[in-house]
């Protein structure tokens, strides 16, 4: 019960939070749906990320599973001017596809990638190898991926951004982060190294995340958020049951909306895949944030609490037999939300042997509990059914 209000009452916080550019426009191409029988030029609310003095579109682009080289074409044209891809991404094919696409555009436009590498030799050699894949000799922001923890981010690999940003391979540098961001984000802060933060951010996490969003934004750092959909994009395929819940009408173009009305977001990067993805993500900034979202989303968390996982990492050290919970179940959330397959199973071949072998049905009960309400178990069990 006590999760449940808690969880209610961030939501209502955050929805009266105030919304910024909340009569904004949005761009479209000029045969696009928009700019048909309007005769006015479509416009886009920019802001800017934090110290760097880098305007950025409020909606950028997440381009992890995007395959589709003209949909980063067309969203160019529609005024999109903020792309994230990195090093991982399709075994590298991603990092190439983006540059084609880019093109000559792309000094029209903010470029990020991300190493995962934990260090600086190896974060080293990968920023090259970006470099060579996105035709360019420079990205606006390189990150450090997906660090949980203070300690996964060591001196090595902060002299390896400050070494490329020395030499002129990036122009900002930042971190990436999936989970433990409550505590990751202050310390960045008072390091007072890093310009940009990239963030799981969206409405169904708890009211620190505010607070650590807010004190990114006061220490200076521009914030983009990703994970805005709390669960993936529109078309969820492999689990039915998780399909039935993420397909509420509205409910994710809200979840959009939710984040990009918190103005200490700089910009947002869901994943887009088709032209109809760009769209709605486009469409959904023609209006101002409503009541009837408000309900929408709070009827859309009802729903999910049972399967998706916020990644607030209350969970560690809790399962008996030493599972990372949270890094499971945002490896599951790339087959069940994003309908990508073929990247869950990647990603969970990275856990350790012992990780993998691991099997929930072994266990009489679990020990794992989630203030939340995920279904902890039955999540487990079904990556391993699906992905071991």
């Known amino acids: 019960m006590g999760s449940t209000t808690s969880r209610r009452n961030f939501l209502q916080a955050g929805l009266m939070m105030p919304v910024a550019g909340a009569g904004m426009g949005f761009f479209r191409p000029a045969d696009g749906p928009a700019a048909k029988g309007t005769g006015a030029p479509p416009k886009l609310e920019t802001r800017v990320l934090g110290r760097t003095g880098l305007k950025v579109t409020t909606v950028g682009f997440g381009c992890m599973i995007t395959s589709d080289g003209s949909v980063i074409e067309r969203a160019v044209d529609a005024g999109i001017n903020y792309f994230d891809t990195a090093r991982g991404y399709q075994n590298g094919n991603n990092e190439r596809m983006v540059g084609v696409a880019l093109g000559a555009n792309r000094k029209k436009?903010?470029?990020?990638?991300?190493?995962?590498a934990p260090d600086k030799k190896t974060m080293l050699e990968h920023i090259d190898k970006s470099l060579k894949e996105l035709g360019t000799d420079y990205v606006d922001i390189w990150y450090q991926h997906a660090r949980s923890k203070t300690e996964e981010i060591t001196d090595e690999t902060i002299e390896a951004q400050l070494l490329a940003k020395q030499?002129?391979?990036?122009?900002?540098?930042?971190?990436?982060?999936?989970?433990?961001?409550?505590?990751?984000?202050?310390?960045?802060?008072?390091?007072?190294?890093?310009?940009?933060?990239?963030?799981a951010y969206n409405f169904s996490m708890d009211a620190t995340m505010v607070q650590a969003i807010n004190a990114a934004a006061k220490g200076g750092m521009g914030v983009v958020a990703m994970k805005v959909m709390a669960g993936?994009?529109?078309?969820?395929?492999?689990?039915?049951q998780l399909s039935?819940?993420?397909?509420?009408?509205?409910?994710?173009?809200?979840?959009?909306?939710?984040?990009?009305?918190?103005?200490?977001?700089?910009?947002t990067i869901?994943?887009?895949?088709?032209?109809?993805?760009?769209?709605?993500?486009?469409?959904?900034?023609?209006?101002?944030?409503?009541?009837?979202?408000?309900?929408?989303?709070?009827?859309?968390?009802?729903?999910?609490?049972?399967?998706?996982?916020?990644?607030?990492g209350a969970c560690d050290g809790q399962c008996r037999q030493g599972l990372p919970v949270h890094d499971v179940l945002r490896i599951l959330s790339y087959a069940d939300g994003y309908g990508q397959f073929a990247l869950a199973r990647e990603r969970f071949l990275e856990l350790s042997a012992a990780h993998q072998a691991v099997r929930c049905g072994d266990c009489a009960a679990c020990t794992v509990n989630c203030p939340k309400g995920v279904q902890v178990r039955e999540r487990v069990s079904r990556a391993q059914e699906l992905l071991a």
């Open 232 to 240: 993936g994009p529109r078309r969820v395929k492999s689990d039915a």
């Open 244 to 267: 039935q819940k993420l397909a509420q009408p509205g409910a994710l173009l809200a979840a959009l909306k939710w984040v990009i009305k918190d103005p200490n977001v700089a910009t």
């Open 109 to 116: 436009v903010v470029l990020s990638t991300k190493s995962h």
């Open 270 to 312: 869901p994943s887009i895949t088709d032209m109809d993805q760009l769209d709605e993500n486009l469409t959904a900034m023609a209006a101002p944030w409503s009541k009837t979202e408000e309900r929408i989303l709070a009827a859309h968390l009802e729903e999910i609490r049972p399967l998706y996982c916020s990644l607030c």
């Open 167 to 199: 030499q002129g391979k990036t122009r900002f540098i930042g971190v990436s982060t999936h989970s433990g961001q409550q505590q990751l984000i202050p310390w960045m802060v008072d390091k007072k190294v890093f310009d940009v933060v990239l963030a």
